[in-house]
């Protein structure tokens, strides 16, 4: 089994063009699955992003683990491979672009689930509690809205 250090050592020692190349292919590969998980949330499908998150998860690592390769030969990689920095540099804003938006449409689905799942607890505790009259002769009120035993998982 290979240690964490003999993967480090075995990406500082690649070529530089292959490095970035390398780091190139990850980082495209990052963008469109975040499109992809961007644009399935933004059609409501969220049951469907499960594989696409894990895929995005693992690309991220993989991604990170070349970053800090490349930050750590920088001085080599623009000597020897200047042309394919380029094209990293404008490939992270690409993917920084993209994560922005997948950020906002994750909180955008994340804060209509508290809202519609707050709905429900209402609408449940509402119609539990009890309608009474009270001495005046008007229908008292329980001051908890909210229905009791209604979990709200929050991970999105």
């Known amino acids: 089994m290979i240690t964490a250090a003999e993967r480090l050592a075995?990406?500082?020692?690649?070529?530089?063009?292959?490095?970035?190349?390398?780091?190139?292919?990850?980082?495209?590969?990052?963008?469109?699955?975040?499109?992809e998980q961007t644009t399935m949330l933004r059609?409501?499908?969220?049951r469907e992003t499960g594989p696409v998150t894990?895929?995005?998860?693992?690309?991220?690592?993989?991604?990170?683990?070349?970053?800090?390769s490349i930050q750590r030969q920088t001085g080599r990689l623009l000597k020897e491979a200047p042309d394919d920095v380029r094209l990293l540099r404008a490939g992270?804003?690409?993917?920084?672009?993209?994560?922005?938006e997948n950020?906002?449409?994750?909180?955008?689905?994340?804060?209509?689930?508290?809202?519609?799942?707050?709905d429900v607890a209402q609408a449940v505790g509402e119609r539990s509690q009890a309608k009474t009259y009270g001495a005046g002769g008007e229908v008292t009120q329980n001051r908890a809205p909210l229905a009791r035993g209604i979990a709200i998982n929050r991970a999105l």
């Open 43 to 46: 059609a409501g499908r969220f």
């Open 10 to 35: 075995a990406l500082d020692n690649l070529p530089a063009t292959e490095l970035c190349r390398r780091a190139l292919s990850v980082l495209d590969s990052l963008v469109t699955v975040m499109n």
């Open 54 to 68: 894990a895929e995005k998860t693992a690309l991220a690592q993989d991604y990170v683990g070349l970053v800090r």
């Open 92 to 100: 992270h804003e690409r993917l920084a672009t993209q994560m922005a």
């Open 103 to 118: 950020l906002r449409v994750l909180a955008t689905a994340r804060t209509v689930t508290d809202e519609i799942l707050t």
